[in-house]
């Protein structure tokens, strides 16, 4: 239900379902992770708060995105999480005049896109996407040689077949379910063509993740961005 509340954008709600409880979390791994949650609540809060021109609100809520409360007894967000907040983090402090602080967190995005298979968002396929922020903090630290490999490399990473030979060093308790694996794939693809300037293209990709995974939160977020 906090999941889906985040995803319908009633980031509020989610919050306060999060803060009100002690959350159970049970040996062997879920695929839900509290931690995550919080993250995509506060990220999706902060994004909202951003497009308003609220900047000083969300930057609260992107330096809440990695701290999660005691009583979520959640595990730290993984490197998809530790890229795509800290480029936030530096694109609020900029709109706030901040420079350096805006630097020192681009910086930070550039240095966390390590792939990691901890969390719901962060398999190895998956975790690619932090590269497409590590791209977007390049081209802010005026690094423009450095981020268009990387888009290219996304492109190329979300075209390669579903079920590629990735998904294969970890765990089976671990893999993606197909349909989630196809929406990757496509996002990938989408990220890529968005940080190359091919909007259309990306819309397309971002389109065909949600219609393989409806609920593929980091494509809603993209396709909106890339509407705007």
């Known amino acids: 239900m906090i999941g889906l509340k985040t995803f319908a954008g009633k980031t509020d709600e989610s919050i306060s379902l999060l803060e009100s409880r ?17 993250a995509d609540a506060h990220l999706v809060r902060g994004l909202q708060r951003f497009n308003a021109k609220q900047y000083s609100e969300a930057l609260a809520d992107f330096n809440a995105a990695l701290k999660p409360p005691l ?22 402090n900029e709109a706030l005049g901040n420079q350096e602080p805006a630097r020192q967190s681009w910086l930070t995005a550039t240095t966390n896109s390590a792939p990691d298979a901890g969390n719901r968002r962060g398999n ?12 977007l903090a390049f081209q802010k630290l005026g690094q423009n040689e450095k981020a268009g ?3 290219n490399e996304l492109v190329s990473a979300g075209t390669a077949a579903p079920n590629s030979a990735d998904d294969n060093t970890v765990p089976p308790s671990r893999q993606q379910p197909a349909n989630s694996r196809v929406a990757t794939t496509h996002y990938l693809a989408g990220l ?15 389109n065909a993740a949600l219609a393989a995974q409806p609920d593929h939160l980091g494509a809603k977020i ?3 961005l890339n509407q705007s």
């Open 22 to 38: 002690t959350f159970s979390i049970w040996e062997g791994g879920t695929r839900f992770s509290t931690g995550d949650a919080w």
């Open 71 to 92: 009583n979520l007894r959640a595990e730290q967000p993984g490197a998809v999480y530790q890229a795509e907040i800290a480029y936030w983090t530096g694109c609020a």
């Open 124 to 135: 190895q396929l998956n975790a690619r996407a932090a590269r497409y922020f590590q791209a």
């Open 149 to 151: 490999p990387i888009f």
């Open 192 to 206: 890529g063509y968005a940080g190359l300037g091919q909007k259309e293209k990306a819309s397309a990709e971002f």
């Open 222 to 224: 993209a396709l909106t």
